[in-house]
């Protein structure tokens, strides 16, 4: 909501394997399907309509195709939104 006290807090961990990233707010909470409902949503229309392409939205659902797993939960010290990426093991 562009709320100067609102606190974002970024956090990545490699653990060899994985990425984990880590973003907290303490915003509103997000509404409990939120991410099912972006999914499901996010490119549903007429990309030959040009003038009814929705300008926004689709946030959550890119991170979606681009992560292995993306998760939300409300905690004491605000909200999270976890992703996961596995890495790709090159042979050497």
Same mark, same amino acid.
């Given at each position: 909501?562009? !709320?100067? %006290?609102? %606190?974002?807090?970024?956090? $990545?961990? !490699? ?18 399907? =939120?991410? %099912?409902?972006? @999914?499901? @949503?996010?490119? @549903?229309?007429?990309? /030959?309509? $040009? /003038?009814?392409?929705?300008? #926004? ?7 979606? #195709?681009? =992560? ?14 976890? =992703?996961? *990426?596995? *890495?790709?093991?090159? *042979? %050497?």
């Amino acid at each position: 909501g562009r !709320d100067p %006290e609102h %606190e974002v807090a970024v956090t $990545i961990r !490699d653990d060899g394997g994985q990425i984990h990233i880590t973003v907290r707010d303490t915003g509103a909470p997000m509404v409990a399907d =939120m991410l %099912e409902h972006q @999914k499901l @949503k996010a490119y @549903k229309f007429d990309p /030959a309509d $040009i /003038a009814r392409i929705p300008t #926004s939205g689709r946030g959550l659902a890119i991170i979606q #195709s681009y =992560m292995d797993r993306v998760a939300y939960k409300k905690m004491a010290d605000g909200n999270h939104l976890v =992703m996961v *990426k596995r *890495k790709l093991r090159t *042979k %050497e």
